[in-house]
């Protein structure tokens, strides 16, 4: 008899033996299973049953998983963990650009010059591509430095599970997976890390939603524009003494935004592209274990943030260049970038923002905390103002808020701009970091320019909207 | 319950030598022996997999945080040994992504040696995937991680009627603060060798029918697949109609699991 036949055989007789042993075959061997655990377990274990009088994981889980606490602590949490991050990154990103914008680019300049560079190439390498590598990293490295450790330490702590219980029944009323709430948040750190993360996510389906919606949460490269529009244009209402609550509460306001955006999408994505029912999933709610705060914030600095840091240098170098040759390539004796801001400015003000916003979101693909930079430069450019800025192609920032406000309010930035930036912020493409990591992820160019017009659609709409609202109250 | 060494013990043990473990990261040209770490969800299998190669996998606090295979290496004793990080799961039985990645590389993949890592606060339900590991592979070794938790909520586990319930070496251990790893080491190096022979625990309360039915499969297996090792566990999966056993019947691919004897080169395939 030849092995093929034999190796038949083994099949045929397994074909017939299945009918002797029933259509249970499964049940009965899981129960032999817990039988067996069941009785080894019992002969093992000793437990010492006075029990005591008080259990700090249930009553931790009591308070977290509360029906009535367990949303605001979640916020509270949240909030704690972006104040942290922002007020505790103020004194490194000064420090960094300071060392970059005022000791090396001057000191670059110097030795340009004394090398003879020709003008177009120093420009084009040290107020280009330099600019924009220093202020990715003196802008991006301290926040990413201080949050995402933070984070990993709430992970460690045993913390995201419960979030993920909490946000579940709401993910799945979206017909998404209720582990998207663990990618949510790692977006709020950065959204390429939030779009890996999908992995967790077993079903294709749901992965897609959750990758398509990673870029409602409020990435770190954002949190700078929030912060600083919210300041001069809504914290500037209120009373000084309040100010700084209003405008944290309207940066709030704007995640919480996010976060509704993220169940508006999911879930009209899981009824018209993406059909399909949210599938189940067992997710154990970990004990609490007390992190190991130094190995923490060594992983969560070479993992995450020295990564992402790396490729947003890498994508802001060439973003440099191209904001440096707008403003300094001349057609007809005017700037490239003059003439796309003409170009676009019609259209920027129907929707309550302007061509300098739109251009400063073109050219700042690569990377969104340099957005704010770009928007200076190209006011400063556009409007003419004499003595103010660096030059043509230059990013700079003011030191003080209030003067940001007079070059603003000299382009006729308004309330409405200020308000419209902030949403169009939450609510445009990915930077092309999160667009690569997509089309990496989903192998897929379709999802990858879904990802991308998605979001900038729903920022048009928004924004058009909030102006029509906002001139007709007549603000 | 614990018997207490003598004194002196330790320093005398074989397993009291940490320096002999060398961590090599990742950087494997050449290894004797592949070791796969399986376990449940969130039972440390990624800490323990840093502690042993020195690589900073991130881990985390929550269930499903391993999604691709990790590896790495280590020495010991002169040794080379490869080590695999596999998904967490609570089964090898059903067919999920995960599990079909831990039950492939475990039967498929034929590592020297499985170490299963267990919670010892949830021991019940963990033992339930070390019995169906124990199944296919009784070249194993228990770990029984989170000891300090369960020393928290008050829980003893007698880890030596546990092996000898199991038959594969048990080493009771907290990942985290290192403890227990340089002998968890050494078994492994145990079984590797050959040093230790495993009698693995089979699962015993199936209803007569079924233990008809696999006994005869089983005979049926072995004149087809002479001394396959795990001959009980294809012969369950073959009734219950596994595909992909099916297949690996079929094509005789099942006869490469046949172990060759100990000290020969490793299988190539782990992938």
Redesign the interface.
Same mark, same amino acid.
């Not at chain 1, 405008?247 to 009209?268: E, H, I, K, P």
């Given at each position: 008899m030849s092995? /093929?036949n034999?190796?038949?055989?083994?099949?045929e007789?397994?074909a017939n033996?299945?009918w002797?042993?029933?259509p249970n075959?499964?049940d009965?061997?899981?129960? /032999?299973?817990?039988?067996? /655990?069941?009785?080894?377990?019992d002969?093992?274990?000793?437990?010492?049953d /006075?029990r005591?009088a008080f259990d700090l994981d249930r009553t931790i889980d009591r308070l977290v998983t509360s029906r009535w606490l367990g949303f605001p602590i979640m916020m509270l949490l949240m909030a704690v963990v972006l104040w942290v991050t922002i007020t505790g990154a103020n004194v490194p990103s000064s420090l960094l650009s300071s060392l970059f914008l005022e000791t090396l680019h001057p000191a670059l300049k110097q030795a340009a010059a004394a090398a003879g560079l020709a003008w177009w190439l120093d420009g084009l390498l040290i107020d280009g591509m330099f600019l924009a590598m220093a202020w990715v990293v003196s802008v991006m490295l301290p926040p990413m430095a201080i949050f995402f450790p933070l984070f990993?330490l709430l992970?460690?702590?045993?913390y995201?599970?419960r979030v993920?219980f909490n946000l579940d029944r709401w993910f799945k009323k979206a017909g998404a997976h209720g582990?998207q709430a663990?990618t949510m948040a790692m977006g709020y750190g950065c959204n390429a890390a939030g779009v890996v993360a999908t992995?967790?996510i077993?079903s294709p389906r749901e992965r897609l939603i959750a990758t398509l919606t990673n870029n409602f949460s409020l990435c770190n490269g954002r949190w700078p524009t929030q912060i600083l529009i919210a300041t001069i244009f809504i914290g500037s209402l209120a009373p000084p003494a309040l100010a700084g609550l209003v405008s944290a509460g309207s940066v709030m306001a704007v995640v919480l935004l996010g976060v509704g955006c993220t169940f508006l999408v999911s879930w009209g994505l899981s009824r018209t592209l993406l059909k399909g029912e949210a599938s189940a999933f067992?997710?154990?709610l970990?004990?609490y274990?007390p992190p190991?705060i130094l190995q923490t914030i060594?992983?969560s600095l070479?993992?995450r943030t020295l990564i992402v840091l790396w490729r947003a240098v890498v994508f802001s170098v060439p973003a440099g260049a191209a904001i440096w040759l707008v403003s300094n390539i001349h057609l007809g004796g005017v700037s490239l970038a003059e003439h796309l801001i003409q170009g676009m400015n019609p259209f920027g003000l129907l929707i309550g923002l302007n061509g300098v916003i739109l251009l400063a979101y073109i050219i700042a693909i690569p990377a969104n905390e340099i957005v704010i930079p770009t928007v200076l430069m190209l006011t400063v450019l556009s409007v003419g103002l004499p003595g103010v800025g660096e030059g043509a192609g230059v990013m700079f920032e003011f030191d003080s808020a209030s003067a940001t406000l007079g070059v603003l309010e000299a382009d006729g930035w308004t309330l409405l701009t200020g308000i419209n930036l902030m949403l169009f912020s939450l609510l445009h493409n990915p930077c092309s970091t999160t667009l690569y990591t997509i089309w990496k992820e989903t192998g897929s160019v379709k999802w990858t320019a879904a990802s991308a017009l998605l979001p900038i659609a729903m920022g048009f709409l928004v924004c058009f909207c909030v102006a029509q609202v906002f001139r007709w109250l007549g603000g | 319950m614990k018997p207490n060494a003598p004194p002196g013990a330790c320093e005398i043990c074989p397993a009291h030598h940490p320096a002999n473990l060398k961590r090599l990261g990742v950087n494997m040209d050449r290894y004797d022996f592949v070791v796969a770490l399986a376990g449940n969800p969130n039972t440390g299998k990624s800490t323990l997999f840093n502690s042993l190669t020195g690589l900073r996998q991130h881990t985390g606090n929550w269930p499903g945080k391993t999604v691709t295979r990790a590896e790495g290496g280590f020495a010991y004793q002169g040794s080379n040994y490869k080590l695999v990080d596999l998904p967490g799961t609570y089964s090898l039985l059903s067919t999920s992504t995960d599990e079909e990645i831990a039950r492939d590389f475990i039967l498929f993949g034929q590592p020297d040696v499985t170490v299963i890592v267990v919670d010892a606060t949830r021991l019940e339900r963990n033992l339930n995937l070390v019995c169906q590991v124990l199944e296919i592979t009784g070249r194993a070794v228990v770990c029984l991680n989170l000891m300090d938790e369960a020393e928290r909520h008050r829980l003893t586990v007698d880890e030596r009627s546990l092996a000898r319930e199991l038959g594969v070496p048990v080493v009771p251990a907290a990942a985290r603060q290192g403890r227990g790893v340089p002998m968890l080491i050494d078994r492994i190096h145990q079984v590797a060798t050959g040093t230790f022979v495993c009698k693995p625990h089979r699962i015993q309360s199936e209803p007569p029918a079924l233990k008809r039915a696999v006994s005869l499969l089983v005979e049926k297996l072995g004149a087809a697949f002479p001394d396959l090792p795990n001959a009980r566990w294809v012969a369950l999966r073959l009734l219950e109609g596994d595909a992909r056993i099916e297949e690996a019947v079929r094509s005789g691919e099942l006869a490469e699991l046949v172990r060759v004897p100990e000290g020969a080169a490793p299988a190539e395939g782990t992938g």
């Amino acid at each position: 008899m030849s092995p /093929a036949n034999t190796r038949e055989e083994v099949l045929e007789a397994a074909a017939n033996l299945r009918w002797e042993v029933g259509p249970n075959l499964h049940d009965s061997l899981m129960e /032999a299973l817990y039988t067996d /655990a069941a009785r080894i377990t019992d002969r093992v274990l000793s437990r010492d049953d /006075a029990r005591p009088a008080f259990d700090l994981d249930r009553t931790i889980d009591r308070l977290v998983t509360s029906r009535w606490l367990g949303f605001p602590i979640m916020m509270l949490l949240m909030a704690v963990v972006l104040w942290v991050t922002i007020t505790g990154a103020n004194v490194p990103s000064s420090l960094l650009s300071s060392l970059f914008l005022e000791t090396l680019h001057p000191a670059l300049k110097q030795a340009a010059a004394a090398a003879g560079l020709a003008w177009w190439l120093d420009g084009l390498l040290i107020d280009g591509m330099f600019l924009a590598m220093a202020w990715v990293v003196s802008v991006m490295l301290p926040p990413m430095a201080i949050f995402f450790p933070l984070f990993t330490l709430l992970e460690d702590f045993g913390y995201l599970p419960r979030v993920a219980f909490n946000l579940d029944r709401w993910f799945k009323k979206a017909g998404a997976h209720g582990k998207q709430a663990l990618t949510m948040a790692m977006g709020y750190g950065c959204n390429a890390a939030g779009v890996v993360a999908t992995r967790v996510i077993d079903s294709p389906r749901e992965r897609l939603i959750a990758t398509l919606t990673n870029n409602f949460s409020l990435c770190n490269g954002r949190w700078p524009t929030q912060i600083l529009i919210a300041t001069i244009f809504i914290g500037s209402l209120a009373p000084p003494a309040l100010a700084g609550l209003v405008s944290a509460g309207s940066v709030m306001a704007v995640v919480l935004l996010g976060v509704g955006c993220t169940f508006l999408v999911s879930w009209g994505l899981s009824r018209t592209l993406l059909k399909g029912e949210a599938s189940a999933f067992s997710l154990e709610l970990p004990p609490y274990r007390p992190p190991r705060i130094l190995q923490t914030i060594y992983t969560s600095l070479i993992d995450r943030t020295l990564i992402v840091l790396w490729r947003a240098v890498v994508f802001s170098v060439p973003a440099g260049a191209a904001i440096w040759l707008v403003s300094n390539i001349h057609l007809g004796g005017v700037s490239l970038a003059e003439h796309l801001i003409q170009g676009m400015n019609p259209f920027g003000l129907l929707i309550g923002l302007n061509g300098v916003i739109l251009l400063a979101y073109i050219i700042a693909i690569p990377a969104n905390e340099i957005v704010i930079p770009t928007v200076l430069m190209l006011t400063v450019l556009s409007v003419g103002l004499p003595g103010v800025g660096e030059g043509a192609g230059v990013m700079f920032e003011f030191d003080s808020a209030s003067a940001t406000l007079g070059v603003l309010e000299a382009d006729g930035w308004t309330l409405l701009t200020g308000i419209n930036l902030m949403l169009f912020s939450l609510l445009h493409n990915p930077c092309s970091t999160t667009l690569y990591t997509i089309w990496k992820e989903t192998g897929s160019v379709k999802w990858t320019a879904a990802s991308a017009l998605l979001p900038i659609a729903m920022g048009f709409l928004v924004c058009f909207c909030v102006a029509q609202v906002f001139r007709w109250l007549g603000g | 319950m614990k018997p207490n060494a003598p004194p002196g013990a330790c320093e005398i043990c074989p397993a009291h030598h940490p320096a002999n473990l060398k961590r090599l990261g990742v950087n494997m040209d050449r290894y004797d022996f592949v070791v796969a770490l399986a376990g449940n969800p969130n039972t440390g299998k990624s800490t323990l997999f840093n502690s042993l190669t020195g690589l900073r996998q991130h881990t985390g606090n929550w269930p499903g945080k391993t999604v691709t295979r990790a590896e790495g290496g280590f020495a010991y004793q002169g040794s080379n040994y490869k080590l695999v990080d596999l998904p967490g799961t609570y089964s090898l039985l059903s067919t999920s992504t995960d599990e079909e990645i831990a039950r492939d590389f475990i039967l498929f993949g034929q590592p020297d040696v499985t170490v299963i890592v267990v919670d010892a606060t949830r021991l019940e339900r963990n033992l339930n995937l070390v019995c169906q590991v124990l199944e296919i592979t009784g070249r194993a070794v228990v770990c029984l991680n989170l000891m300090d938790e369960a020393e928290r909520h008050r829980l003893t586990v007698d880890e030596r009627s546990l092996a000898r319930e199991l038959g594969v070496p048990v080493v009771p251990a907290a990942a985290r603060q290192g403890r227990g790893v340089p002998m968890l080491i050494d078994r492994i190096h145990q079984v590797a060798t050959g040093t230790f022979v495993c009698k693995p625990h089979r699962i015993q309360s199936e209803p007569p029918a079924l233990k008809r039915a696999v006994s005869l499969l089983v005979e049926k297996l072995g004149a087809a697949f002479p001394d396959l090792p795990n001959a009980r566990w294809v012969a369950l999966r073959l009734l219950e109609g596994d595909a992909r056993i099916e297949e690996a019947v079929r094509s005789g691919e099942l006869a490469e699991l046949v172990r060759v004897p100990e000290g020969a080169a490793p299988a190539e395939g782990t992938g």
